[in-house]
C-alpha cells in the first residue's frame, strides 16, 4: 500500500473516530424522567431521546437555562411538574433529533438529514401539570402522531415568552379544562392547525401579547369550547394575531360574563352565532371599535384565513349576534357587526331584552339588521345600518320599544332603509320623535292600534308608514304635535316626498289614494289631539281619511289629502274640533261627511281644494233634538251639504250665524219644530247653485241652480225663533214654497226668496214679518193667509203671479211695502185702507200709497235697492221707526233724502249714502285695509271701532251706531272715500269681535248717514 493511500485510510479513520466522540458525548434520555432520575436536566448539555419521556404526576423535573432535549420521534409528557428556566440569550430547547442547529449533529449524520414538521410528538401537559412552569423555551419541528406542539389537557401551567415553531399539527392545543397563562409567546411556521387551538372561551384571557406569523394552519388563537363557564375579559392583548376565532355557537350562559374590550376582533368559522344569555359586553371605542364579523374579511384582523385575496366577505357569512330574554344587562358600544345572515339570522337579535346598544355599526347583514320580539325594549343609540338586504335595518319591534332607539342612521339598505315595528298594538305610553325614525320614517306592519288606557304621542317631524294596507286604530289617546315647519305626516310607504324612498324602489311607484286604510278614533279616544299633521293616500277598504266614532277630537292646522275614499267622517256622535284644517283632493265622499248638526260648530276656518268627492262639510245626521250652533267660519268650502230631510224637533234649537250657506245634497226639505233663530246673513240654497258657496257639487258650469231643486224652509206652528236675513233660493219642490211659517212665535226681518218654483213666503201665522223680499218666484211672491201681524217694508218683484197676496184670514195690514214688475197686481186679496205708505197696483184706499216705479238699482238682476231719486225713499210710513238692519246689513232707519229727519223708505232696502268694507288678515300683527265710500254729499266723515252691541245708539238724525258706545271705544277722522292699512296690534288679545261703523256728515249739519257695520273676529 503505497504512502497516498495510508495517509487517506489513516484521514478516514480519524473522521470516523471524531464523529464516534462526538455521538458519545451526547446524554441519552427516555422513559420516566425528574429530578433525581435522570434530571435535571444542566445547562450546555444536550439530552436525545430514546424513548417516550414522561415526567410522572408528583414529580419534578427541571431545565437549566441553555439545556437542550432532542427528541427522536418521541413525546414530552407532563404529569408531574416541569420547570423549564431558560432566558432569552440560553433558552431551554425542545427539537428534533435532526436539529443541528441546536447542540449540534446529535445524530451524527452530518447534512444527511435536516429538521422538519411532525420528526416528533410534542410535548402534552396534564392536569396533574398545573405548578409547571416554561419560561424562554423553544419547541419545534412537533407533529408526529397527529399531535400539536404543546398539548394542554386541563392543565393551568404558566408559559412566557416561549417560541413555538415549526410544528406539523398546531402549535398549542387546549382541550376544554384547561386555563394556562401564555405571556409573550411566539408561534411560528405552524401547519394543519391554527397557532391555538381547542381552547375554551374562558381560557382566552390567559393569552398576553402573543405573536403569530407564517401559520399556515391558522395565524390565530382558536375558541372550540365556545360556551362561556364564567366571566370572562378579553382584550386585544389576548387575540392573538389581532383576531380570535372560533369554531362552534359561542354561548354566554345565564349567570356568565364575556367582555370584549376596545379592539377585539372575533371571526367565526363558517356560520356560527353568538347566543347570550348571560351578560355580553362590548366596549369598543370610536378608535378602536370591537368587531364581530366574518372569517374571510380581511379589513378587521388581518387576513386572518391566510388566503390572501382568493376569498372576500360577504353577507350570511356567519349567523349573527342574539341576546335572549335573560341578557337585559348587556352592551355594545362602539361595536361593529358585519357580514351575517346565516341560516336567515338577523345581525343582531333581540328576544324580550333590554340591552344597551350605542355607537355602533351593523352592515353588509344578508337578513336584516337588528330584529326584535315584541317584548324587547333595547336602548338603541347613534347607531349605522348599512347595506342591509332581505329584511329592514330594524324590524320585529313593538311599538313600545321605538323610543329606544335615538339618533341612528340608515344607508343602502335593500332590505328596507327604515326601523318597522311588526308589534304594533301599544302597551303603554309612548312618544316618538324624529330622532326615534332611522332612514327618516318609521313604518308599520300591522294595524297599529292603541288600546284605552294608552297613549301614542308623536313629535314634529315625525313620519309613520304602514308597509300596506294598514290602519291606525284609536281607543286611547293619538297626540300628534307637529308643528308648520315640522308637521307630524301618516302616509303611504310609496310616498317618497316626505321620509325619502322608504321602500327603496326609486321612482317605480308613488304615492296614491287608498294605499292603506286611515286612522280610525273609537268613542274613548276623545283625549287626542292631532295638530300639524298631514295624513294622506288614505281610502283602503273604503276607509275614509280619518274617523270619528263618537269622539271628541281635536285637530288643528292639519292637511288631509288624496284619499280615495273621503276625508273626515264622523258618526251621529261624534263632535270633534277641526280648526284651520285643509282638506285636499279627496274622492268618492266629502272632504267631511257624516256629521250631525251639533257637530258643525267644532269645525272654524278650514279650507278645501280639489275634491272630487266633494269639496264640503256634509251633515248626514240631519235630525236636531238638542243645540247647534253654526257660523261661516264652519261652512268647509263655503257651504255646508245637508244629506237628508232637516227636522229641528220640538225642544231643540238650531242658530246659524252670518255667512252660513246651506245647500240640501238633493230634494230635501227643513222643518222647524223647535227654534231656528238666523242671524244673517244666511244663504239656504240649492246643491246646483253655484252663485252661493261656490261650485259645491264640483261640477263647473254643468248644471245651475233653478227653481223646484229642493223643497224650501217651513217654520211648523210650535216653532219658534228669529229669522234675520235669510236668503231662500232655488227652493219649491214637492210644491213647497221657499218660506213657510205657521207659528205664532217666529220673528221674520230682512229675509228673502228667490228663483223658487211654487211660490216665495207663505206665512200661515208670524209673530212679526218686516224687511222681507220675494225675486223671481213662480207664484206669488209674498203670501200672507193668517196672522194679527203687519206685512212692513217688504218687496215682491218680477214674480209670475201676485206680488203680495192676502189670505181671509190674515188680519194685519201692509205698511211701507212695494210690490212692483210682477205679472199679476201688485196687491191682491187685501181689504180697503189695509195697505198703508206701499207702492204699487191694486191698492185700494189707505194712506200714503202710489203706483210709480221705485227706480230698483238693477231689477233685473235682483238688486232691488233703490236709486237715488226714487219715489220710494223716506216715503214709508212716518210711525214705523225700525232700528235694526236690511237684508243687505245696512241700517234699517236713515235719513236718505238728507233734510235732517229720518224716516224709513218703503221696501226692503234702505236708501243710505255710506259704505264701509274691511278686508284682510284679522290676526295680530297684521294688516286690515279700510275702505269707505260715499256720495259726494258727504263731506266729512269719522270711523268708529269698538265692541258689538245688543242695542243699537241712536246718533241724533244719522242712523244707528251698532258699536258699544260705553265700552272700549275709538273715533277717528276718516276719509269720506278712499282705502287705508290699519295694522292690528300683535298684542291684541285673542280672540277678539272688533265692530268698525263709519259715519258720514253732510253741510249743512247734523245731515248725514251712519254706513252698515262690519264685525271682524281677531284671533
Known amino acids: 500500500m503505497d504512502a497516498t493511500r495510508t495517509r487517506t485510510r489513516v484521514g478516514q479513520l480519524l473522521a470516523a473516530a471524531s464523529l464516534s466522540l462526538a455521538a458519545a458525548a451526547q446524554t441519552p434520555i427516555g422513559g420516566t424522567l425528574y429530578d433525581g432520575n435522570g434530571g435535571p436536566l444542566r445547562t450546555g448539555v444536550v439530552y436525545h431521546t430514546t424513548t417516550h419521556v414522561t415526567v410522572p404526576a408528583g414529580q419534578t423535573l427541571t431545565a437549566e437555562a441553555g439545556a437542550i432535549v432532542k427528541l427522536n420521534g418521541h413525546e414530552f409528557a407532563v404529569l408531574g411538574t416541569f420547570i423549564a428556566q431558560g432566558t432569552a440569550t440560553a433558552p431551554v430547547i425542545l427539537t428534533s433529533i435532526h436539529d443541528d442547529a441546536a447542540g449540534g449533529d446529535t445524530n451524527g449524520n452530518g447534512a444527511a438529514t435536516v429538521p422538519a414538521p411532525n420528526q416528533w410528538y410534542g410535548v402534552r401537559l396534564t392536569d396533574t401539570a398545573d405548578a409547571s ?140 352565532a353568538i347566543e347570550v344569555a348571560g351578560e355580553f359586553h362590548a366596549n369598543g371605542s370610536a378608535a378602536e371599535p370591537v368587531v364581530l364579523t366574518s372569517y374571510l374579511d380581511d379589513t378587521a384582523g388581518g387576513d386572518t384565513n391566510g388566503d390572501g385575496n382568493a376569498t372576500s366577505p360577504a353577507p350570511n357569512q356567519w349567523y349573527g349576534l342574539r341576546f335572549q330574554s335573560t341578557a337585559d344587562a348587556s352592551t355594545l358600544r362602539y361595536t361593529s357587526v358585519r357580514y351575517s345572515g346565516w341560516g336567515y339570522w338577523p345581525a343582531v337579535t333581540v328576544e324580550s331584552a333590554d340591552v344597551t346598544i350605542e355607537d355602533c355599526s351593523i352592515r353588509d347583514g344578508g337578513n336584516g339588521g337588528m330584529r326584535l320580539d315584541s317584548l324587547a325594549r333595547p336602548s338603541v343609540a347613534r347607531c349605522s345600518f348599512e347595506r342591509i338586504a332581505s329584511n329592514p335595518a330594524i324590524y320585529g319591534c313593538a311599538i313600545d320599544a321605538v323610543p329606544g332607539f335615538v339618533d341612528n342612521s340608515v344607508s343602502s339598505c335593500p332590505g328596507g332603509g327604515y326601523l318597522r315595528m311588526d308589534a304594533t298594538t301599544l302597551v303603554g305610553d309612548v312618544t316618538l320623535g324624529p330622532r326615534n325614525q332611522p332612514g327618516g320614517a318609521l313604518t308599520f306592519a300591522n294595524h297599529l292600534a292603541i288600546p284605552q288606557g294608552t297613549s301614542l304621542t308623536l313629535a314634529a317631524g315625525v313620519v309613520l308608514k304602514p308597509m300596506s294596507t294598514f290602519a291606525i286604530q284609536v281607543a286611547g289617546t293619538l297626540r300628534t304635535a307637529g308643528t308648520a315647519a315640522a308637521p307630524v305626516v301618516l302616509t303611504s310607504i310609496h310616498d317618497d316626498t316626505v321620509g325619502g324612498d322608504t321602500n327603496g324602489n326609486g321612482n317605480a311607484t308613488a304615492g296614491g289614494p287608498n294605499q292603506w286604510y286611515g286612522v280610525k278614533f273609537d268613542p274613548t279616544a276623545g283625549g287626542s289631539t292631532l295638530e300639524h299633521t298631514i295624513v294622506r293616500y288614505a281610502g283602503w277598504g273604503y276607509w275614509p281619511t280619518v274617523s270619528s266614532d263618537s269622539a271628541s277630537i281635536t285637530m288643528s292646522d292639519c292637511v288631509l289629502s288624496d284619499s280615495g275614499n273621503g276625508g273626515l267622517r264622523l258618526d251621529a256622535n261624534g263632535r270633534p274640533r277641526v280648526t284651520h284644517c285643509s282638506f285636499e283632493r279627496i274622492a268618492n265622499a266629502p272632504a267631511v261627511f257624516g256629521a250631525s248638526w251639533p257637530a258643525v260648530a267644532g269645525f272654524w276656518d278650514n279650507t278645501v281644494a280639489g275634491c272630487p268627492g266633494g269639496g264640503y262639510l256634509r251633515v248626514d245626521d240631519t235630525g236636531l233634538t238638542g243645540n247647534a250652533w253654526i257660523g261661516a267660519r264652519s261652512c268647509l268650502g263655503g257651504a255646508l251639504v245637508i244629506n237628508g230631510n232637516a227636522i229641528v224637533a220640538a225642544g231643540a234649537r238650531l242658530t246659524l250665524i252670518g255667512g252660513v250657506v246651506l245647500k240640501p245634497l238633493s230634494t230635501h226639505a227643513i222643518t222647524v219644530h223647535g227654534r231656528l233663530d238666523v242671524e244673517g246673513p244666511v244663504v239656504i240654497t240649492s246643491y246646483a247653485d253655484d252663485v252661493f258657496g261656490g261650485d259645491t257639487n264640483g261640477d263647473g258650469n254643468a248644471t245651475t241652480g233653478a227653481p223646484s231643486q229642493w223643497y224650501g224652509l217651513r217654520l211648523e206652528s210650535d216653532a219658534s225663533g228669529t229669522l234675520d236675513r235669510l236668503l231662500i233660493r232655488c227652493a219649491g219642490w214637492g210644491y213647497w214654497p221657499g218660506l213657510y211659517g205657521a207659528s205664532p212665535a217666529v220673528v221674520l226681518r230682512g229675509c228673502r226668496t228667490e228663483f223658487c218654483g211654487n211660490g216665495g213666503i207663505v206665512l200661515q201665522d208670524a209673530l212679526v214679518a218686516q224687511d222681507l223680499v220675494a225675486f223671481g218666484v213662480l207664484g206669488d211672491g209674498i203670501t200672507v193667509n193668517g196672522g194679527v201681524f203687519d206685512l212692513r217694508r217688504c218687496t215682491s218683484a218680477y214674480v209670475t203671479g201676485y206680488g203680495i197676496r192676502r189670505g181671509g184670514g190674515f188680519t194685519g195690514a201692509a205698511r211701507s211695502c212695494i210690490s212692483w214688475f210682477n205679472n199679476g197686481a201688485g196687491f191682491q186679496g187685501f181689504a180697503r185702507d189695509t195697505v198703508h205708505y206701499s207702492d204699487g197696483s191694486g191698492i185700494t184706499g189707505g194712506s200714503g200709497n202710489f203706483d210709480r216705479d221705485p227706480l230698483f238699482a238693477d231689477a233685473g238682476s235682483g238688486n232691488l235697492t233703490l236709486l237715488p231719486g226714487s219715489p220710494s225713499i223716506d216715503a214709508g210710513a212716518p210711525t214705523d221707526l225700525p232700528s235694526g238692519l236690511d237684508p243687505l246689513g245696512n241700517p234699517r232707519l236713515l235719513d236718505g233724502d238728507l233734510d235732517g229727519a229720518m224716516r224709513v223708505d218703503q221696501g226692503a232696502h234702505e236708501y243710505g249714502h255710506c259704505a264701509l268694507l274691511v278686508s284682510g288678515d284679522p290676526s295680530p300683527g297684521s294688516t286690515l285695509t279700510i275702505r269707505t265710500a260715499s256720495t259726494p254729499s258727504i263731506g266729512a266723515g269719522l270711523l268708529a271701532i269698538g265692541l258689538p252691541t245688543v242695542t243699537p245708539l241712536q246718533l241724533f238724525q244719522l242712523g244707528f251706531l251698532q258699536l258699544d258706545f260705553v265700552g272700549p271705544f275709538l273715533s277717528l277722522p276718516w276719509p269720506t272715500t278712499g282705502a287705508v292699512p290699519v295694522t292690528v296690534p300683535p298684542e291684541i288679545g285673542t280672540p277678539l269681535l272688533l265692530g268698525f261703523q263709519y259715519v258720514g256728515i253732510s253741510d249743512p249739519t247734523p245731515h248725514g248717514n251712519v254706513s252698515n257695520p262690519v264685525f271682524v273676529e281677531i284671533d
Open 133 to 272: 412552569q416554561l419560561r424562554h423555551v423553544i419547541v419545534r419541528y412537533t407533529g408526529w402522531g397527529y399531535h400539536s406542539t404543546i398539548d394542554l389537557l386541563s392543565a393551568n401551567a404558566s408559559i412566557t415568552d416561549c417560541t413555538f415553531s415549526d410544528g406539523g399539527y398546531g402549535g398549542m392545543h387546549l382541550d376544554a379544562g384547561a386555563r394556562p397563562q401564555v405571556a409573550r409567546c411566539t408561534f411560528e411556521r405552524i401547519d394543519n392547525h391554527p397557532a391555538v387551538f381547542g381552547a375554551a372561551f374562558d381560557a382566552v384571557p390567559g393569552f398576553v401579547d402573543g405573536t403569530v406569523s407564517a401559520c399556515g394552519g391558522g395565524n390565530y388563537l382558536r375558541v372550540d369550547t365556545t360556551t362561556v363557564a364564567g366571566n370572562v375579559t378579553v382584550q386585544p392583548r389576548n387575540c392573538l394575531g389581532a383576531a380570535l376565532v372560533f369554531t362552534n355557537h359561542l354561548a354566554v350562559p345565564l349567570g356568565t360574563s364575556l367582555t370584549l374590550d376596545a379592539g377585539v376582533v372575533l371571526k367565526p368559522i363558517s356560520g356560527q
